[in-house]
């Protein structure tokens, strides 16, 4: 049985994207051993204020931590000129519309390239559309969906796990079979070395 392996993330956050190439390389090693959920965790949830890129905050954030990281990981990401920063809600969602269609992974990498690279307002039904229409789900379909509320249930019982059941307080964190937590951008080598582990455990 492969390992279960939770990601609690934002698709704001950036090192959630710099997280997602040594995950991805970390699974591919393993080959099977490993299968890997994106859990949603909102940062700030609405009513709660969300941050201005032009702000100190981000601004220095950025300078000092994120552009040199990704630098260093070859990783091309800008910080968003969207201002405010959007609600993701919607979007996650829309997680859950592609999960169906066997498209969660897809949809979650152009999420963060539209944010990241594309600096696209994810926040807006019609960008998610779009989106979606990219990476092979039906348009109209999928905006049907986010009108109609289809996942928002199924959605708001996700962000409870990593909110109230798991406290996560940070994104990204790897749950491993809901229980092991890792909070941060950990690199391929030392997920490879804690999924053995795992499943070396789980093996006994």
């Known amino acids: 049985m492969a390992l279960k392996v939770q990601v609690f993330f934002d698709y704001v ?16 090693e393993l080959d099977g051993e490993v299968a890997v959920e994106w859990m949603p965790f909102e940062l700030r949830p609405y009513p709660t204020p969300t ?15 994120v552009y040199p990281m990704a630098e260093r990981m070859g990783v091309h990401i800008v910080l968003p000129r969207v201002s405010p920063q959007p609600y993701t809600r919607l ?17 979650n990498h152009r999420m963060f390239t539209a944010f990241f ?6 926040g807006d039904a019609d960008v998610l559309s779009d989106c979606a229409a990219e990476i092979g789900l039906d348009k ?6 986010l009108e ?20 996560i307080n940070s994104v990204p964190t790897f749950v491993i079979d809901n229980r092991l937590g890792i909070p941060g951008l950990v690199p391929k080598d030392a997920l490879v070395s804690v999924f053995r582990d795992q499943l070396a455990a789980a093996a006994e």
């Not at 201005?52 to 931590?65: F, I, K, N, T």
């Not at 690279?117 to 994810?122: A, R, T, V």
């Not at 109209?140 to 969906?145: P, T, V």
């Open 13 to 28: 956050c950036p090192y959630c994207f710099l997280a997602e190439g040594p995950l991805n390389e970390a699974v591919a």
């Open 51 to 65: 941050l201005e890129p032009e702000g100190d905050y981000l601004q220095s954030g950025w300078r000092q931590s």
């Open 91 to 107: 979007a996650f969602e829309g997680a859950i519309a592609a999960r169906d269609q066997d498209k969660a992974h897809a949809y």
């Open 117 to 122: 690279q594309d600096e696209l307002d994810i």
């Open 140 to 145: 109209k379909n999928f905006r049907a969906a």
């Open 148 to 167: 109609d509320g289809l996942h928002r249930q199924e959605c708001e019982e996700q962000l409870r796990l990593g909110r109230d059941k798991l406290a």
